[in-house]
């Protein structure tokens, strides 16, 4: 459990709060702690967009994040263009862009890695391609950096 005071200065709406005294904690991960009622504020569960006051409690449910371990996979790809440092891909439509649960492999991540071998960028030192943001797996074409 993790708890937070809200101080003078800190009067903002709850899961704007969090991401700021939370910094290991996504925006994604916040608002769906908060769906999934595992934030409260006082004693009670609370809506992402409650504006909190000074003296609030804000407390927070730890829930273990699962690793997904990323794997390249020789899957085919639609490669419009590719140099050093970029790749365009005709996404096929019905891809999935990003490993998550329910889809740990098979992923346009895993065929990139593959294709990349050791030279695709990581996040915070971590082999983690979160290069493209926003798409879904009914979305084509998109470009990626290696």
Do not use: F, W
Not at 48 to 67: F, N, P, R, T
Not at 84 to 112: C, E, M, R, S
Not at 130 to 139: C, F, N, S
Request: proline share 4%.
């Amino acid at each position: 459990m993790r708890t937070l005071q809200v101080e003078e200065n800190e009067t903002m709406r709850l899961d704007k709060l969090i991401a700021t005294k939370c910094e290991d904690l996504s925006r994604t991960m916040i608002q769906k702690l908060i769906e999934d009622e595992k934030v409260s504020v006082n004693g009670k569960t609370a809506k992402a967009s409650l504006k909190v006051k000074k003296g609030d409690v804000i407390e927070i449910e730890e829930v273990e994040v699962k690793e997904i371990a990323l794997k390249p996979q020789d899957i085919p790809l639609d490669i419009i263009y590719e140099d050093n440092d970029i790749i365009v891909v005709n996404k096929p439509k019905g891809l999935v862009v990003h490993p998550a649960n329910g889809n740990p492999d098979g992923t346009l991540v895993n065929a990139i890695m593959n294709i990349c071998k050791d030279s695709l960028s990581g996040i915070g030192g971590e082999l983690r391609p979160g290069i493209v943001h926003r798409l879904d797996k009914d979305t084509s074409r998109i470009n990626y950096n290696c």
